[in-house]
């Protein structure tokens, strides 16, 4: 399983563009990216997942550069609420494959 | 999506004892996941339950300190025997599903154990 490297905490401000970016270089041709959110006293939430290029929903947006060693999360707009630990995972997408967490990104948003 | 419910959502627990804590899930999955969760630290995966065959230990895990129970589907329970102060920790049950192309993984909101 490939290993991830994230920055152990990041601090920003209400309303800014959050970028948490995610090193990979041991990815495989076969894993996905997949971007986890856990605030305090409860599981982590699935925010995002991607393979290649650009991935959007509601939530977020997944960057992934052409040889996919990295991954950036970008959060629009943050507010309080989105203080909380990231975790940036690699691995298969089948449903029997096991997920294994990294150390996380702690994110504190200020007012 | 899944709904995950797990109990007890915390317990104090005395040196010795042993506590089973049970994760229902609403839908039928084939795989179940447990991980531990130490105090500001990352999740790490206990083992993989699969119905109607052993479970599968991570390194650092045994199965006479975390035996896992698979009856069915929709269930499972994870006992922490002989309980140490070094076992206090949060305990998540887990499931996946498909999305689409999207395998998604759901976490229950955790069991808290405090080993006295």
């Known amino acids: 399983l490939a290993k991830t490297t994230q920055p152990i905490s990041m601090d920003s401000y209400e309303g800014q563009e959050v970028n948490i970016t995610c090193s990979h270089n041991?990815?495989?041709?076969?894993?996905?990216i997949t971007w986890y959110q856990q605030f305090p006293s409860q599981g982590p939430r699935f925010i995002i997942q991607?393979?290649?290029t650009k991935v959007t929903n509601e939530v977020a947006s997944l960057f992934i550069p052409a040889d996919r060693k990295s991954s950036t999360l970008s959060l629009p707009r943050v507010s309080l609420s989105d203080t909380a630990v990231y975790y940036c995972l690699v691995g298969e997408g089948s449903s029997a494959s096991k997920i294994i967490f990294g150390s996380g990104t702690r994110l504190s948003i200020r007012p | 999506s899944a709904v995950i419910s797990q109990k007890p959502s915390r317990d104090i627990c005395q040196r010795g004892t042993s506590l089973t804590i049970q994760c229902q899930v609403d839908s039928q999955v084939t795989m179940m996941f447990w991980y531990r969760q130490q105090p500001g630290q990352s999740l790490t995966l206990i083992a993989t339950a699969n119905q109607g065959s052993e479970a599968t230990y991570e390194s650092g895990f045994v199965i006479d300190k975390f035996p896992i129970s698979r009856p069915n589907l929709t269930f499972s329970t994870l006992t922490v025997s002989n309980m140490s102060p070094e076992d206090s920790s949060i305990y998540l049950c887990?499931?996946?599903f498909g999305r689409g192309s999207v395998n998604i993984q759901y976490f229950g909101a955790g069991t808290r154990l405090s080993v006295l």
């Open positions: 041991n990815i495989a041709t076969n894993d996905y």
């Open positions: 887990s499931v996946r």
């Open positions: 991607g393979y290649k």
